[in-house]
């Protein structure tokens, strides 16, 4: 192989490793954005479950059972 078919094949490699990184930067991206976007959800879902228990009606822990006990 000479010095040209060697500079030529990491040539090609390089360009194969160029575009392969650009192709792994985009889904760094978007799963990027969807963590930021669960992330979000969950919080939303989390303060709205706190809103439910705070309106819930609770259960009195100081009465006494019923006398059928």
Same mark, same amino acid.
Request: aromatic residues 2%; proline residues 9%; glycine residues 2%.
């Given at each position: ?11 090609? *490699? ?5 575009? %392969?990184?650009?192709? &792994? ?10 963590? =930021?976007?669960? *992330? ?5 879902? %989390?303060?709205?479950? &706190? ?10 822990? =100081? ?7």
């Amino acid at each position: 192989m000479s010095d040209a078919d060697k500079i030529a094949d990491l040539e090609s *490699r390089l360009a194969q490793q160029e575009h %392969t990184l650009d192709e &792994l930067s985009g889904v760094v991206a978007e799963q990027s954005r969807m963590i =930021d976007m669960f *992330r979000e959800q969950v919080r939303r879902l %989390t303060d709205r479950m &706190l809103r439910v228990e705070d309106t819930a009606p609770g259960e009195a822990p =100081d009465e006494p059972p019923p006398p059928h006990y």
